[in-house]
């Protein structure tokens, strides 16, 4: 059972913040759940425990310091644990103002809000609280195929204005680590997939077009490697290094399955001509076109996992095989939640705040560039 009883979570109605919320809430804990509901927060993704009187959702922005230092007087929780972030790379290349102040600003806001609460805490309470922020491995830049997987003491190298933006956040916290003493722990993440991540990402784009019928748009030669974590296994490490974590520290968090974007395409090609074999579209294969490469695309990334397993002993349950099966199976059952996510309020989103833009990726949502590098 979990020593943090009540926790503060932000970007709870994102991809990895919801899956987060809905195994706390099974957990027996109770969530503060802050999200800004920007198009990519969706509370159908928490709609199995909207009536949870342990869910408690809160539709506002991080950078609000007043509503959150509001909600941890009011709730008092053990832990802060922050997901909220803009997370895609080409929309970070079209557009960084917003990567800038989200995952910049609203994280000094975070840590500001957090100080303050922390320095009123006393006793059990102040032993207790812990910060955790959530970040990614694209802080590290890329590698080389003959290059070892990025270690804690990785030099940050950050190559997108979204990857900058995340290694600043990551910066800040360490700073209030050491020159405020807030209990904070920092974990990077290599690329995630599986239920409720918005169809913008690699994985779920692939299938929702492959679906269609529509062109399953592929990177430049598609040989961009990724590391590829399922995930609940990513959210059981949030929850192992909240619970057990050295203050101060930070751990990657891998699933030690790299992976080319071709192979991965052509992966959830062979699994949706397995499991809709009555498709117009077998083979599906055929449907992969190949597209200009994005500017400054990394070429690798790769997570050493060995602090995490060795002091931590956690583990990824999920194979690169077995985890893709889930995730495709997955959107198979649930056409109502793409449906409803699909609907037209992205495009919306993109028209809003991209109408000075005329990156391809943003004109057509069905055929949009893939991110191949984000979490």
């Known amino acids: 059972m979990s020593l943090h009883k009540t926790l503060l979570v932000t970007g709870g109605a994102g991809f990895i913040g919801s899956n987060f919320v809905l195994a706390a809430v099974a957990a027996g804990q109770t969530v503060i759940n802050l999200d800004a ?36 007087a009011e709730y008092r929780p053990s832990a802060v644990v922050h997901f909220a972030a803009e997370s895609h790379v080409d929309r970070s290349i079209a557009g960084p103002e917003a990567f800038l102040k989200t995952n910049i600003d609203g994280t000094f806001t975070m840590l500001r809000c957090a100080r303050a609460f922390y320095e009123s805490l006393a006793g059990e309470e102040k032993e207790l609280f812990r910060f955790l922020h959530v970040s990614t491995d694209e802080v590290y830049g890329t590698l080389t195929p003959e290059d070892p997987a990025f270690h804690e003491r990785t030099p940050y190298a950050p190559n997108s204005p979204y990857a900058a933006s995340k290694a600043s956040s990551d910066m800040l916290v360490r700073a209030w680590v050491h020159t405020y003493k807030l209990p904070a722990l920092i974990t990077n993440c290599s690329n995630n997939y599986g239920p409720f991540q918005f169809p913008e990402k690699l994985i779920p784009l692939m299938i929702l077009n492959a679906l269609a019928g529509k062109p399953l748009p592929v990177y430049g030669d598609g040989q961009q490697i990724r590391d590829w974590l399922f995930v609940a296994d990513h959210c ?20 030690g399955n790299q992976r080319a974007n071709l192979m991965v395409v052509h992966t959830v090609c062979a699994l949706l001509d397995e499991l809709r074999p009555d498709s117009p579209f077998v083979p599906h294969s055929k449907l992969i076109t190949y597209v200009q490469d994005r500017p400054g695309h990394d070429r690798r990334y790769a997570i050493d996992a060995r602090k995490i397993e060795g002091e931590l002993g956690w583990h990824a349950a999920e194979s690169f095989e077995t985890g893709m099966r889930k995730t495709v199976q997955w959107y198979l059952d649930n056409p109502e939640w793409l449906k409803d996510v699909t609907s037209g309020a992205y495009q919306q989103w993109v028209n809003k705040n991209y109408a000075d833009r005329s990156s391809a990726a943003f004109t057509d949502f069905a055929v949009a560039a893939v991110e191949a590098g984000t979490k």
Do not use: C, M, Q, W
């Open 37 to 72: 509901l920007t198009y990519a927060g969706n509370l159908g993704n928490l709609a199995s425990i909207a009536s949870n009187p342990r869910h408690i959702f809160v539709h506002g922005d991080i950078n609000d310091g007043e509503l959150v230092a509001k909600l941890l």
């Open 236 to 255: 059981s490490a949030i929850a192992t290094v909240l619970e057990n974590g050295r203050l101060g520290e930070t751990y990657n968090v891998g699933g």
